[in-house]
T-cell receptor, first 111, second 113 residues
């Protein structure tokens, strides 16, 4: 069956460290993968998109990698700040314009 | 731009009642998506429209759920009759053709007692 897996346990890190979140998938062949941020009581907000022919993408303190052989994406936040505390969702192209989401990983950055 | 607008923000109803959720997509966006979010199952795609036409409703849980998009600026998701297991946050999202990223509304928190 098709699955998108993100670590359901919260990730706790100290301010200034690099946060690394993982997204693994099975039985999908996505043309692209996206990462979203969700704050409590709000809808997800788009952060980054990476395509299947791209290994890595960066935006300011964010970096995403995409390994289609391992069927895995890693999402990094460098020099993390308490304001980065949120739930981060990966989403992938499920075909026919459908975007399928993982359950998300909560990140807590303490001062 | 006001973004995707959903109403109501919160809805509390009793089992068996009809519930209607509303969504106004971003102007110029021609694809609209309804998602449901729960702790257990995360964000699930219920249905999506392209140019006001339903393209895929395979995520709609059962016949109690229906969705319409009578024009480019308005969509509804209706649950009739509602059940406690329908309690969740319902999100609407929109996007342009050939743009993969979605713009989400703030959601409707539905509680069915």
């Amino acid at each position: 069956s098709q699955k998108i897996e993100q670590n359901s346990e919260a990730l706790n890190i100290q301010e200034g460290k690099t946060a690394t979140l993982t997204c693994n998938y099975t039985n999908y062949s996505p043309a692209y993968l996206q990462w979203y941020r969700q704050d409590p009581g709000r809808g997800p907000v788009f952060l980054l998109l990476i395509r299947e022919n791209e290994k890595e993408k960066r935006k300011e303190r964010l970096k995403v990698t995409f390994d289609t052989t391992l069927k895995q994406s890693l999402f990094h936040i460098t020099a993390s700040q308490p304001a980065d505390s949120a739930t981060y969702l990966c989403a992938l192209d499920g075909g026919f314009q459908k975007l399928v989401f993982g359950t998300g990983t909560r990140l807590l950055v303490s001062p | 731009d006001a973004g995707v607008i959903q109403s109501p923000r919160h809805e509390v109803t009793e089992m068996g009642q009809e519930v209607t959720l509303r969504c106004k997509p971003i102007s110029g966006h021609n694809s609209l998506f309804w998602y449901r979010q729960t702790m257990m199952r995360g964000l699930e795609l219920l249905i999506y429209f392209n140019n006001n036409v339903p393209i895929d409703d395979s995520g709609m849980p059962e016949d109690r759920f229906s969705a319409k998009m009578p024009n480019a600026s308005f969509s509804t998701l209706k649950i009739q009759p509602s059940e406690p297991r329908d309690s969740a946050v319902y999100f609407c999202a929109s996007t342009r053709d050939r743009s993969e990223k979605l713009f989400f509304g703030s959601g409707t928190q539905l509680s069915v007692l």
